[in-house]
Protein backbone atom coordinates (compact mmCIF):
# COMPACT_ATOMS: atom_id res chain seq x y z
CA UNK A 1 0.00 0.00 0.00
CA UNK A 2 1.18 3.71 -0.70
CA UNK A 3 0.22 6.41 1.97
CA UNK A 4 1.07 10.22 2.00
CA UNK A 5 4.25 10.56 4.10
CA UNK A 6 3.93 12.49 7.36
CA UNK A 7 7.17 13.14 9.04
CA UNK A 8 8.97 16.33 8.34
CA UNK A 9 12.40 16.72 6.64
CA UNK A 10 12.04 13.15 5.78
CA UNK A 11 8.60 12.28 3.91
CA UNK A 12 6.32 14.55 4.07
CA UNK A 13 4.89 15.58 0.48
CA UNK A 14 5.69 12.43 -1.48
CA UNK A 15 4.00 8.70 -1.31
CA UNK A 16 5.42 5.85 0.91
CA UNK A 17 4.94 2.46 1.52
CA UNK A 18 2.88 1.64 4.47
CA UNK A 19 4.02 0.27 7.64
CA UNK A 20 5.07 -3.09 7.83
CA UNK A 21 3.22 -6.14 9.62
CA UNK A 22 1.41 -5.44 12.25
CA UNK A 23 3.58 -2.49 13.19
CA UNK A 24 0.98 0.15 12.81
CA UNK A 25 -2.28 1.16 10.74
CA UNK A 26 -2.05 2.52 6.94
CA UNK A 27 -3.88 5.96 7.43
CA UNK A 28 -4.66 7.72 4.45
CA UNK A 29 -4.18 4.90 1.49
CA UNK A 30 -4.21 6.18 -2.04
CA UNK A 31 -2.93 3.59 -3.63
CA UNK A 32 -1.55 -0.01 -4.57
CA UNK A 33 2.05 -1.21 -5.92
CA UNK A 34 1.86 -2.64 -9.17
CA UNK A 35 4.71 -5.16 -8.25
CA UNK A 36 5.11 -7.08 -4.55
CA UNK A 37 8.99 -5.76 -4.30
CA UNK A 38 10.58 -2.72 -4.78
CA UNK A 39 14.38 -4.09 -5.25
CA UNK A 40 17.11 -1.46 -5.15
CA UNK A 41 19.47 -1.13 -8.68
CA UNK A 42 23.10 -0.42 -7.87
CA UNK A 43 24.91 1.69 -11.29
CA UNK A 44 28.30 1.24 -11.07
CA UNK A 45 29.02 4.53 -12.87
CA UNK A 46 26.36 6.94 -13.54
CA UNK A 47 26.84 9.26 -16.08
CA UNK A 48 30.36 8.75 -15.65
CA UNK A 49 30.23 9.90 -11.93
CA UNK A 50 30.71 8.33 -8.71
CA UNK A 51 28.59 4.41 -7.85
CA UNK A 52 25.16 4.75 -6.65
CA UNK A 53 22.33 2.60 -5.59
CA UNK A 54 18.63 3.50 -6.11
CA UNK A 55 14.51 2.26 -6.30
CA UNK A 56 13.34 0.61 -9.10
CA UNK A 57 10.21 2.54 -9.97
CA UNK A 58 6.66 0.62 -9.84
CA UNK A 59 3.17 1.55 -11.09
CA UNK A 60 0.99 2.40 -8.43
CA UNK A 61 -2.49 2.20 -9.06
CA UNK A 62 -4.52 4.77 -7.45
CA UNK A 63 -7.34 3.46 -5.11
CA UNK A 64 -11.14 5.03 -4.36
CA UNK A 65 -13.25 5.24 -1.80
CA UNK A 66 -15.94 2.13 -2.84
CA UNK A 67 -13.18 -0.10 -5.08
CA UNK A 68 -13.65 -3.48 -4.27
CA UNK A 69 -9.91 -4.56 -3.84
CA UNK A 70 -8.96 -8.76 -3.56
CA UNK A 71 -6.17 -9.77 -1.07
CA UNK A 72 -4.85 -13.23 -0.58
CA UNK A 73 -3.40 -14.76 2.10
CA UNK A 74 0.02 -15.31 2.80
CA UNK A 75 0.81 -19.40 2.88
CA UNK A 76 3.72 -17.77 4.57
CA UNK A 77 2.64 -16.60 7.34
CA UNK A 78 0.38 -19.55 9.27
CA UNK A 79 -0.68 -20.42 12.80
CA UNK A 80 0.42 -23.65 14.94
CA UNK A 81 -2.36 -26.10 16.20
CA UNK A 82 -1.57 -26.77 19.40
CA UNK A 83 -4.41 -29.70 19.72
CA UNK A 84 -7.59 -31.29 18.28
CA UNK A 85 -10.69 -32.65 19.83
CA UNK A 86 -13.15 -32.86 17.03
CA UNK A 87 -14.64 -30.57 16.75
CA UNK A 88 -12.90 -28.21 18.19
CA UNK A 89 -8.92 -26.61 16.92
CA UNK A 90 -7.27 -25.43 19.68
CA UNK A 91 -4.72 -22.57 18.91
CA UNK A 92 -2.73 -20.78 21.26
CA UNK A 93 -3.67 -16.96 22.16
CA UNK A 94 -6.32 -17.05 19.15
CA UNK A 95 -8.75 -14.08 19.87
CA UNK A 96 -12.62 -14.63 20.34
CA UNK A 97 -13.36 -13.14 16.41
CA UNK A 98 -13.59 -15.98 14.14
CA UNK A 99 -17.09 -17.33 14.08
CA UNK A 100 -17.47 -17.03 10.75
CA UNK A 101 -13.95 -17.88 9.52
CA UNK A 102 -12.38 -20.37 7.85
CA UNK A 103 -9.16 -22.78 8.46
CA UNK A 104 -6.99 -24.38 5.58
CA UNK A 105 -4.49 -26.71 6.93
CA UNK A 106 -0.84 -26.19 5.10
CA UNK A 107 1.71 -28.20 6.99
CA UNK A 108 1.44 -31.51 8.63
CA UNK A 109 -1.42 -33.73 9.68
CA UNK A 110 -4.47 -33.29 7.64
CA UNK A 111 -2.62 -30.83 5.54
CA UNK A 112 -5.05 -29.57 2.44
CA UNK A 113 -8.10 -30.09 4.56
CA UNK A 114 -10.65 -26.69 4.75
CA UNK A 115 -12.70 -26.23 7.76
CA UNK A 116 -15.40 -23.50 8.49
CA UNK A 117 -15.31 -22.11 11.88
CA UNK A 118 -19.35 -21.97 12.90
CA UNK A 119 -18.39 -20.39 16.72
CA UNK A 120 -14.97 -19.09 18.17
CA UNK A 121 -13.61 -18.80 21.87
CA UNK A 122 -10.58 -17.94 23.13
CA UNK A 123 -7.81 -19.63 22.34
CA UNK A 124 -10.51 -22.04 20.12
CA UNK A 125 -12.57 -22.56 17.54
CA UNK A 126 -15.00 -24.82 16.47
CA UNK A 127 -15.50 -26.54 13.03
CA UNK A 128 -19.08 -26.98 11.59
CA UNK A 129 -17.85 -30.67 11.88
CA UNK A 130 -14.95 -32.22 12.35
CA UNK A 131 -12.10 -32.78 9.51
CA UNK A 132 -12.12 -36.37 8.15
CA UNK A 133 -7.98 -36.73 9.27
CA UNK A 134 -7.48 -35.46 12.67
CA UNK A 135 -5.44 -32.72 13.02
CA UNK A 136 -2.44 -32.67 15.90
CA UNK A 137 0.27 -30.31 17.46
CA UNK A 138 2.08 -30.50 13.61
CA UNK A 139 -0.72 -28.81 11.93
CA UNK A 140 0.32 -25.27 10.59
CA UNK A 141 -2.05 -23.16 8.73
CA UNK A 142 -4.21 -19.99 7.13
CA UNK A 143 -6.69 -18.37 9.16
CA UNK A 144 -8.75 -16.90 6.83
CA UNK A 145 -11.02 -13.77 8.03
CA UNK A 146 -14.98 -13.38 8.52
CA UNK A 147 -16.72 -11.51 6.26
CA UNK A 148 -17.25 -8.16 8.24
CA UNK A 149 -14.29 -8.21 9.69
CA UNK A 150 -13.36 -4.60 9.84
CA UNK A 151 -9.63 -5.28 10.63
CA UNK A 152 -6.69 -7.54 9.30
CA UNK A 153 -3.57 -8.53 9.69
CA UNK A 154 -1.61 -7.56 6.15
CA UNK A 155 2.17 -8.43 5.28
CA UNK A 156 4.70 -5.11 4.99
CA UNK A 157 3.03 -2.50 2.45
CA UNK A 158 -0.24 -4.21 2.83
CA UNK A 159 0.71 -6.84 -0.27
CA UNK A 160 -0.61 -10.01 1.81
CA UNK A 161 -3.12 -11.44 4.28
CA UNK A 162 -0.86 -12.97 7.29
CA UNK A 163 -2.37 -15.60 10.01
CA UNK A 164 -1.49 -14.62 13.28
CA UNK A 165 -3.94 -16.02 16.17
CA UNK A 166 -3.83 -12.60 18.75
CA UNK A 167 -5.72 -9.85 17.56
CA UNK A 168 -3.00 -7.04 18.15
CA UNK A 169 -1.76 -7.74 14.42
CA UNK A 170 -5.04 -6.67 12.90
CA UNK A 171 -4.21 -3.08 12.45
CA UNK A 172 -5.18 -2.85 8.78
CA UNK A 173 -8.88 -1.34 8.28
CA UNK A 174 -10.07 -3.53 5.47
CA UNK A 175 -13.47 -4.51 5.62
CA UNK A 176 -14.10 -8.40 4.44
CA UNK A 177 -17.24 -8.40 2.51
CA UNK A 178 -16.44 -12.50 1.09
CA UNK A 179 -13.79 -15.05 0.64
CA UNK A 180 -13.08 -16.77 -2.69
CA UNK A 181 -10.83 -20.37 -3.35
CA UNK A 182 -9.21 -21.59 -6.35
CA UNK A 183 -7.13 -24.13 -6.58
CA UNK A 184 -5.47 -26.28 -9.29
CA UNK A 185 -8.21 -27.96 -12.46
CA UNK A 186 -10.48 -24.89 -10.90
CA UNK A 187 -11.50 -22.24 -13.37
CA UNK A 188 -11.61 -18.76 -11.48
CA UNK A 189 -12.40 -17.94 -8.34
CA UNK A 190 -15.49 -19.05 -6.33
CA UNK A 191 -16.92 -17.39 -2.96
CA UNK A 192 -16.56 -19.98 0.37
CA UNK A 193 -19.64 -21.59 1.42
CA UNK A 194 -19.77 -23.63 4.34
CA UNK A 195 -22.27 -25.52 2.61
CA UNK A 196 -20.60 -26.36 -0.08
CA UNK A 197 -16.53 -25.89 1.01
CA UNK A 198 -16.24 -27.58 4.94
CA UNK A 199 -13.88 -30.57 4.87
CA UNK A 200 -12.97 -30.27 1.39
CA UNK A 201 -9.96 -31.70 0.81
CA UNK A 202 -7.25 -29.87 -0.95
CA UNK A 203 -4.21 -32.02 -0.35
CA UNK A 204 -2.13 -31.57 -3.74
CA UNK A 205 -4.09 -29.18 -5.79
CA UNK A 206 -2.37 -25.83 -4.37
CA UNK A 207 -5.46 -24.15 -3.02
CA UNK A 208 -4.93 -20.48 -3.01
CA UNK A 209 -7.68 -17.90 -0.50
CA UNK A 210 -8.47 -14.39 -1.14
CA UNK A 211 -10.91 -12.02 0.79
CA UNK A 212 -12.84 -9.55 -1.31
CA UNK A 213 -13.21 -6.08 0.39
CA UNK A 214 -12.31 -2.43 0.79
CA UNK A 215 -10.33 -0.33 2.44
CA UNK A 216 -11.44 1.96 5.12
CA UNK A 217 -9.09 4.65 5.30
CA UNK A 218 -8.24 6.51 1.96
CA UNK A 219 -6.50 10.02 1.00
CA UNK A 220 -9.72 11.88 -0.40
CA UNK A 221 -7.47 13.97 -1.76
CA UNK A 222 -3.45 14.66 -3.20
CA UNK A 223 -0.96 15.64 -0.93
CA UNK A 224 -0.05 19.52 -1.96
Same mark, same amino acid.
Given at each position: MIIPGATADESIGVFMLAAGAGSAAPVDVVGLLGARTLAARTDADPDGGSAATFGTLVQVNLVKP???ICGEY? @???????? @?? *????? +??? *????????????VTAGVGIGQLGYFEASASGSAALR? %???????? +??? %?????????????? @? /?? %????????ASTNNVTKFA?????? +????????????????????? @? %????????????????? /????
Open positions: GDLN @SAVVVDVA @SY *SSPTV +TIT *SLADQYDGGWFLA %GFTTALDS +TSK %GILVQPAGKLLIPS @S /AG %GVLINSYAVIKNEL +TYQGKSGWVQMQPQLHHNLQL @S %GLSPKIRAVGYLRDLAA /ASID
